[in-house]
C-alpha cells in the first residue's frame, strides 16, 4: 500500500526502510486515534493553524499541496514529535522533516470521496503489522465500546417491545374470558362495554409504560466506565511517553552544548603562532547542525560558526581552509556526494558572511566516504554527518 512512499522518503531524508515505515505507522496510528478525536480531529488540527486549503488538497482528486516541517511540528506540538524521535533514535527535525513528506500522500491514498473516515482504519493496519498495535487496540477498543453501547440500547428496546407485548396478551386473553358471561344476564348489557373500555385502557398504559429504561440504564453506566479506564490508560501512556521524550530531548540537549563547550575551548586556545594542524584540530570539532536532507544550517549553530569565523580570520596571510563536507551511507550515493558539497558551500558561505575571505575558502564534498564510525549504528551515523577541515 505504502511500499513506493516508504522507499522514497527514506532514499530523500537518509533513513532506513524499516524507521521511515515505523513512522508512518506512528503517523496512521495518530490520526485514527480517537481519543484524540479520530481522523476529523486530527484534520482539523491542521485547519485550526490556517491549513485547510492543504488539507482539502489531500482530501481531493488534485495535486497534494505540500507541507514542511516546522509547520508539522506547529501542529502536532514538540512533544509528539520528540516522542517519535524518542522511539525511532532519531532527531526531532528528522521526524518532522520526514513527516510533512509522509502525510500528504498517506491520507491522500486513505481518502474516499473527500472524505477521511474510521473505516480507512480497516485498510491500513493490515499493511503495518505489528507497528501500531498500541493504537489499533485504541480505535478498536473504542469501536468495541461503541457497538456495545449501541447494542445495551438494542437489548433494551427489544425488552420493552417483549414486555409490550406480553401485557398485551394478558390483556387481550382476559376479555374473550368476560365473553360468554354476556348472554347471562340483562345487566351485562351495559357491563360489556365498560369492560371494553378497560381492556383498552389497559393496553394504552402497556404501551405509555417504557421498562426499557430501566432495563437498558445498567447497561450505560458499564459503557462510561469503560470508556473512562480507555481514557485513563491513554493518558498514562501519554504521559509516560511525554516523559521520555523529554528526558531524551534533555541528553540531546546537553550532548550538543558539551560539544560547543569543548570546541569552544579549543578555539580558544588558539594563537596567531599555532600551527596549521591545531587549527585543523579545533576547527574539525565545531559542530554545524543543518535541516534534514538539507543544506540549511540551523539556528542554533550560528553562535559557533561566529568563533569559528573570528578563529579563521586570526590565521596568518596566504592560509587556505578547505571545508569538507561528508555524509553517512543512507541514501543514494549521488545524492549523498551532492549533499555534501551542498553542505560545504553553505558553511563558506556562512563563513564569508561573518567577514572571512572567500579567498581563503574552498569547498569540496566527499559523500559517505572516509567513515569516521560505523554506518551500522545511529551514534556511528550522526558521526560520520559532519563538516571537516583542510589547513594549508
Known sequence: MFESLVSQVAGRFGLSDEKTKQLLGMLIGLVFNEQRGGPAGFLNLFREKGLGDVVASW??????????????????????????????????????????????????????????????????????????????????GARAAAVGAAGAVGAGAAAAANAVTRDRDTTVRTAPAAAPVKSSGGMWKWLLPLLALLAAFLIFRSCSNQPASTEAAPEAPAAEAAATDANAAATDAANAAGDAAAGAADAAAAAAKAAEE?????????????????????????????????????????????????????????????????????GDDAA????????????????????????????????????????????????????????K
Open 59 to 140: 482530501l481531493g482528486n488534485g495535486d497534494n499541496l505540500p507541507i514542511n516541517g516546522s509547520q508539522i511540528s506547529n501542529v502536532l506540538g514538540a512533544d509528539i514529535i520528540n516522542s517519535f524521535g524518542n522511539k525511532l533514535g532519531l532527531p526531532g527535525a528528522a521526524v518532522s522533516d520526514a513527516s510533512a513528506a509522509l502525510l500528504p500522500t498517506a491520507i491522500s491514498t486513505l481518502a474516499r470521496d473527500g472524505n477521511l473516515d474510521v473505516s480507512a482504519w480497516d485498510r491500513a493496519k493490515g499493511w503495518f503489522g505489528g507497528l501500531i498495535d498500541g493504537v489499533d487496540n485504541t480505535v478498536d
Open 262 to 330: 569543548k570546541a569552544r575551548a579549543a578555539l580558544g586556545a588558539l594563537t596567531a603562532d599555532s600551527s596549521v594542524a591545531d587549527y585543523k584540530a579545533a576547527l574539525d570539532l565545531v559542530p554545524i547542525q543543518f535541516d534534514t536532507a538539507k543544506a540549511t544550517i540551523k539556528a542554533e549553530s550560528n553562535a559557533i560558526l561566529d568563533e569559528a569565523a573570528n578563529t579563521i580570520k586570526k590565521m596568518k596571510a596566504g592560509t587556505k581552509v578547505e571545508i569538507q563536507g561528508y555524509t553517512d551511507s543512507d
Open 336 to 391: 549523498n556526494m551532492k549533499l555534501s558539497q551542498d553542505r560545504a558551500d553553505s558553511v563558506k558561505a556562512a563563513l564569508v558572511q561573518r567577514g572571512v575571505s572567500a579567498d581563503m575558502l574552498s569547498t569540496k564534498g566527499f559523500g559517505e566516504t572516509n567513515p569516521i564510525a560505523s554506518n551500522d549504528t545511529a551514534e556511528g551515523k550522526a558521526q560520520n554527518r559532519r563538516i571537516a577541515y583542510d589547513v
